[in-house]
């Protein structure tokens, strides 16, 4: 298993728009991707529903992981993707 830890960029945290954007690259890079917070609750990061359900903020650290052989570039190129300001047009 692969996995990063990432510190969540988007000023409003994974809401809304950040979500969307973040969700819709987990599904695009073809391998199924875990999100867990720092209280332990994990999710697949591919579903909206789930990540906006988890409530997770600015500055929150989450992990992202995987147990797909290609994991360690997806894993670093979403968490690249978290580190950024998500909530602009």
Same mark, same amino acid.
């Given at each position: /298993?692969?996995s990063?830890? *990432? *510190?969540?960029g988007s000023? *409003? +945290?994974?809401?809304?728009r950040?979500?969307? @954007?973040?969700?819709? =690259?987990? =599904?695009?890079?073809g391998?199924?991707? /875990?999100l867990?917070?720092?209280a332990g &609750?994990?999710i697949n990061? +591919?579903?909206?529903l +789930? @990540?906006? =359900? /988890?409530?997770i903020?600015? +500055?929150? @650290?989450?992990?992202? &992981? &995987?147990d797909d052989?290609a994991?360690? &570039? *997806?894993?670093?190129?979403?968490?690249?993707l978290?580190?950024?300001?998500l909530d602009r047009?």
């Open positions: /298993m692969s990063t830890t *990432v *510190v969540i000023r *409003v +945290g994974l809401h809304a950040p979500a969307s @954007v973040f969700t819709h =690259a987990v =599904a695009q890079c391998i199924t991707v /875990m867990t917070d720092a &609750s994990t990061a +591919g579903s909206i +789930g @990540v906006l =359900a /988890m409530g903020g600015y +500055g929150d @650290v989450i992990t992202l &992981s &995987s052989e994991a360690e &570039s *997806v894993l670093a190129s979403l968490a690249e978290l580190e950024r300001e047009p």
